[in-house]
T-cell receptor, first 111, second 111 residues
Framework: NAGVTQTPKFRVLKTGQSMTLLCAQD?????MYWYRQDPGMGLRLIHY???????AKGEVPDGYNVSRLKKQNFLLGLESAAPSQTSVYFC??????????FGPGTRLTVL | GDSVTQMEGPVTLSEEAFLTINCTYT??????LFWYVQYPGEGLQLLLK?????DKGSNKGFEATYRKETTSFHLEKGSVQVSDSAVYFC??????????FGKGTMLLVSP
């Protein structure tokens, strides 16, 4: 039981490049989330999903897109990366009202 | 909307000192309350939780009591260790909504 996994762990992009972050969970959770964490800002919700095939915007969705084609996977895409998207990205999942579990994070630097 | 307010850090203590990290919340209903811990370079892990008023959550020597009358969920530990150095996040959730996090409090414990 791996819990929540994220790939890649680290990535460096140039401004304007695109990339996709993958989150996978093996706990059969319905809800999945993408957060970004910046110094002094705590955790901010980017997008979330309440089930396969559904997505919704969080607090800071601009510049990001997501997809939930399979229940166990939640992808976060950056179509044209900007330096302001330099951050640590965390994925999380939970089952209805139960505890939320977090992945180990992806550290992204945009030059 | 719902909100969580935590004391600002860093909190600096010597080993074996008593720890309190304050957390208060604003919510219209009856939320579940959580404390998460983030060790350097890692994702967030659930430390403890309480799902109704007067419940006490406890884990690894940490405790927090859900106080509805004061809308608080303060984290305490009787004797901290160097290994407790981390960032602590208070959070709440109501029903099927997304978690609301505080901004986090950094704890630094010196030998």
């Amino acid at each position: 039981n791996a819990g929540v996994t994220q790939t890649p762990k680290f990535r460096v992009l140039k401004t304007g490049q695109s990339m996709t972050l993958l989150c996978a969970q093996d706990m059969n959770h319905e809800y999945m989330y993408w957060y970004r964490q910046d110094p002094g800002m705590g955790l901010r919700l980017i997008h979330y999903s309440v089930g396969e095939g559904t997505t919704a915007k969080g607090e800071v969705p601009d510049g990001y897109n997501v997809s939930r084609l399979k229940k166990q996977n939640f992808l976060l895409g950056l179509e044209s990366a900007a330096p302001s998207q330099t951050s640590v990205y965390f994925c999380a999942s939970r089952m209805m009202t139960d505890t939320q579990y977090f992945g180990p994070g992806t550290r992204l630097t945009v030059l | 909307g719902d909100s969580v307010t935590q004391m600002e850090g860093p909190v600096t203590l010597s080993e074996e000192a008593f720890l309190t990290i304050n957390c208060t919340y604003t919510a219209t209903g009856y939320p579940s309350l959580f404390w998460y811990v983030q060790y350097p370079g890692e994702g967030l892990q659930l430390l403890l939780k309480a799902t109704k008023a007067d419940d006490k959550g406890s884990n690894k020597g940490f405790e927090a009591t859900y106080r509805k009358e004061t809308t608080s969920f303060h984290l305490e530990k009787g004797s901290v260790q160097v290994s407790d150095s981390a960032v602590y996040f208070c959070a709440l959730v109501q029903g099927y909504s997304t978690l609301t996090f505080g901004k986090g409090t950094m704890l630094l414990v010196s030998p």
